[in-house]
């Protein structure tokens, strides 16, 4: 981090981290370039959980490459007279890896539970009914 003063200590990147509304996932394509995805998400035990399709680009580049890394932007702030925003982000370096079981239904509750807590019974359905795709 080239601007040490601005470093945040842990317990403030976790809180990022769980209040976030989204995050970036930033991959290696096989041509070596980059390739950001916004993505809902839920940070839970340590980890960051997110759903997507059984297939697609995503998928094909975290299968070739599972290193990632995932940015989360919080508040920020536009200060005109001083030509800068202040603003609190997080970034977070790891694999990916595709989750099953017990831990998946876990990981898909706390996402309804985190983006459509109003629709709770409905989420749980429809996770019920879509568990295995």
């Not at 976790?14 to 995805?37: H, P, V």
């Not at 995932?70 to 536009?78: D, L, R, S």
Request: proline fraction near 2%.
């Amino acid at each position: 981090m080239r601007r040490q003063d601005r470093r945040i200590e842990r317990d403030e990147c976790l809180s990022i981290l769980k209040k976030g509304e989204y995050g970036i996932l930033s991959l290696c394509t096989q041509q070596n370039g980059g390739y950001g995805i916004p993505l809902n998400f839920v940070f839970m035990n340590g980890s960051i959980f997110f759903h997507c399709a059984s297939e697609g680009r995503k998928i094909e580049e975290m299968k070739r490459n599972n290193k990632v890394s995932f940015c989360v932007v919080g508040k920020t702030e536009i200060i005109p007279e001083k030509f800068t925003t202040e603003y609190e982000s997080v970034i977070v370096f790891g694999k990916t890896f595709e989750i099953a079981g017990e831990e998946k239904r876990k990981a898909l509750e706390c996402i309804v539970k985190k983006y459509s807590a109003d629709f709770w019974q409905e989420g749980r359905t429809m996770i019920d009914n879509l568990f295995d795709k």
